[in-house]
């Protein structure tokens, strides 16, 4: 065998030497580098950079029984929100220095169950869930957990586990308070599959709510995936079983569908129906017409899970519910009924 090849691997205490500090200003330096002096973390990054030096995760998660990594199981990546927010929530975790570890379950409960349990025996040292709505075993594994956990996207106030996301009832109550304000009293849905989602669920809630505050009832109620070819195939049954003068679509995705569809129709958006979403996502803003949605705070989500993490994981107490806001962003896809 070669000297190259059997050269011994440079360990903490070679960086520690060759930068002049010790073992632990070294480790503080490759885990947390924002809570060491810029010059000491130059040092030790020219001390890394010349021993070639790799830290070696298997002795150190045997060591420190922890892995520097976060479990993410997430719905989709299908979807622009979670993308954005996961995007969010991957940046703020390496830059504390974290690995995020993601998978996806596809709306399926069970699955999620299976990639929860996973991740947790394979080590990761925090985990982040989407939503309130869990399989059993999920709730189970939760309360079971010794390392920190965080839901997104939904606020947990009843069963006071730490959750950072907005109100998906209010953004309901929100848009259908919009609409009965324009004028309109005959208003249909097209909601997200609300089996296993409580996103979807509440949304519905809070616009039955609106509506019923004012005396009204939803004229139809669709549920379809979150597809622009759902959302085009949705209008059509309403329009075919309703007579709305308004939908309010449970993303932007099913609104732009929808704005299509009555297009193809030969209905005019917004002069015969009026179209909304939620979300607030970029296409939102280029569809003809723009759509009038719910603004919700996409990267911030993933931005303050990964804080409430990191806090948690140094020692610290963050609060454990944090409600994000929500904003009515009205564009020309609405307007008062003829």
């Known amino acids: 065998m070669s000297r190259a090849h059997s050269r011994p691997s440079a360990t903490v205490r070679d960086v520690a030497r060759v930068a002049g500090v010790s073992t632990a200003t070294v480790s503080r330096a490759l ?3 924002e809570v060491v002096r810029p010059a000491t973390r130059a040092r030790i990054e020219r001390a890394v950079a010349r021993l070639n030096y790799v830290s070696h995760g298997v002795a ?6 922890r892995t520097d990594s976060v479990g993410a199981v997430i719905p989709t990546l299908d979807n622009a929100i979670y993308a954005v927010s996961t995007h969010s929530l991957q940046k703020a975790l390496e830059q504390a220095g974290y690995t995020l570890l993601l998978a996806c ?13 996973a991740f947790v025996e394979k080590g990761v040292d925090a985990l982040v869930l989407v939503g309130t709505a869990h399989h059993p075993a ?17 606020l947990d106030r009843s069963m006071g586990q730490p959750s950072v996301g907005f109100d998906n009832r209010a953004a309901g109550r929100m848009i259908a308070e919009y609409l009965i ?3 309109h009293r005959r208003i249909a849905m097209i909601a997200g599959v609300t089996d296993g989602n409580d996103r979807a669920r509440d949304r519905v809630a809070g616009v039955r709510a609106a509506l019923k505050r004012a005396n009204l009832a939803l004229e139809c109620l669709v549920q379809a995936p979150y597809t622009l070819q759902a959302g085009r195939e949705a209008l059509a049954r309403v329009v075919a079983s309703a007579r709305p003068s308004a939908v309010v679509c449970g993303n932007d995705i099913l609104g732009i569908g929808a704005i299509q569809q009555a297009q193809a129709l030969g209905i005019a958006v ?8 939620f979300d607030d996502m970029e296409i939102a803003t280029v569809v003809s ?18 804080k409430y993490l990191v806090a948690r994981l140094r020692g610290e107490a963050p609060p454990a519910c944090l409600e994000l806001p929500l904003e009515l962003v009205a564009r020309a896809s609405t307007a008062p009924p003829r």
């Open 105 to 117: 379950h596809e709306f399926d409960l069970e699955a999620e169950a299976r990639m929860a349990r």
């Open 138 to 154: 999920t709730r189970a594994l939760l309360g079971s957990l010794s390392i920190p956990y965080v839901l997104t996207w939904s």
């Open 31 to 33: 885990r947390f580098p």
């Open 60 to 65: 150190r998660a045997l060591s420190t029984r």
């Open 289 to 306: 017409p723009a759509l009038t949605t719910v603004r919700f705070p996409i990267a911030e989500t993933g931005l303050q899970a990964a």
């Open 181 to 183: 304000g324009l004028g």
């Open 270 to 277: 917004p002069g015969d129906l009026s179209i909304t979403g």
